[in-house]
């Protein structure tokens, strides 16, 4: 989205991590979601506090821009101060919603009741509301208390220019997968909500000659877009 808004804007994007790109559009600003503050945090809620405190760290430096552009409730805590102290109008864009992913109790103890809380602020304050699907439109008013008017769907893509089939097979004998033998590839955080658990039940279904391979992730890509 930012690449393709940056060919009609500039555009800044402050993220989790420790990315620095400047003199570019879009230009990158890291802000680090590591801090030995929370080594005593309870294990539950330390994500949960760190994610919130990354957020503040966002908005120290002054947001000078038209649009706040917030995705996931990682990020949403950002999008929300810039709001509230820069005035800046925000737009959402959702993909999942808390209220429909009960299981992350199990992850976040109460923290769930805040992440909860913070997508529900950020959704309901929003200026705009991009929604993924049909689907997660009626999700959003479902749920939350939102102007159907300010609910745009505006369906997941991908760049085709970047994303096309290929025969590189490197990066399958570096992690020992046989090419010549079909494969079934699961990519992303080992979490229930990933729905992982119904790919290792049905394991066993799969012919077998056919491998699985299951790659992990543990990052979390979040941010703002200004």
Not at 26 to 32: A, I, N
Not at 82 to 110: D, F, I, M
Not at 163 to 181: C, D, F, M, P, V
Request: hydrophobic share 40%.
């Amino acid at each position: 989205m930012a690449a393709e808004l940056a060919k009609l804007m500039e555009i800044e994007v402050r993220s989790f991590g420790d990315q620095n790109i400047k003199g570019l559009n879009p230009s990158v600003e890291g802000y680090d979601y590591e801090n030995d503050a929370f080594a005593k945090a309870d294990s539950q809620l330390k994500a949960l506090l760190q994610t919130i405190s990354t957020g503040t760290h966002m908005n120290i430096k002054p947001v000078d821009a038209d649009v706040v552009h917030c995705h996931t409730w990682y990020s949403h805590f950002a999008g929300i101060l810039a709001k509230l102290c820069y005035g800046t109008p925000l737009v959402v864009t959702t993909h999942s919603l808390e209220p429909l992913r009960p299981w992350k109790r199990n992850q976040l103890g109460r923290g769930y009741d805040a992440s909860s809380w913070i997508e529900k602020t950020a959704i309901e304050m929003a200026d705009a509301v991009i929604a993924v699907s049909k689907e997660t439109k009626e999700d959003v008013l479902n749920y939350f208390n939102v102007d159907e008017k300010k609910i745009q769907v505006i369906y997941n893509g991908i760049n085709l220019e970047q994303y096309q089939k290929t025969t590189e097979a490197s990066a399958l004998k570096k992690h020992q997968i046989n090419t010549e033998k079909p494969f079934v590839l699961f990519v992303g955080r080992i979490t229930q909500q990933k729905g992982i658990i119904h790919l290792v039940n049905a394991i066993k279904y799969i012919h077998p000659d056919t491998q699985v391979v299951l790659k992990k992730g543990a990052v979390i890509l979040a941010g703002f877009t200004l």
